[in-house]
């Protein structure tokens, strides 16, 4: 699979997030990463309009050759972010059931239903600014896949 592929498969498979409660926690946007955390200023101007937000990106890919089949050990990396940690609005939002409802909806799961399966090995807090009440979790998953060279 190609890159880009894996990060719509990913999009896909989060999309319940957006529905309301208790489904879902209404995420307001689930995509690909483009850099929407690379300053304090960018998180800040999103945080009270764009949050809760979850953005996916393919970090690394460690090839090993085995002849004919090449075997990828990728990490993919899970941007979840959202005004507070504990949810302020009610026991369903906030950072924390954010970072739990893709966990529910990736870990030990195949990517698009029939794919590899993707395995959370990581969940860590990014960014956090307790005087705005926002923060920002980083999941890594990771998934290995094989392919005929």
Known sequence: MEYDEIEDAIITQLEPLKSDPPVG???KGIASYAG???T???ILAAAYGDFPAVFA????????????VDFHDLTILIYC???NTRGARDAKSGTYALIKGVRNLLHKKQ???TGPFLRCVRESALWYFKSQGVCVFLAEYQMKDKQNS
């Open 36 to 38: 929407e955390f690379a």
């Open 81 to 83: 972010a959202d005004q």
């Open 40 to 42: 304090e200023e960018q």
């Open 111 to 113: 990517l698009g239903g």
């Open 25 to 27: 926690i209404a995420v």
């Open 57 to 68: 990106i393919v970090q690394e890919n460690k090839i090993s050759d085995h002849g004919r």
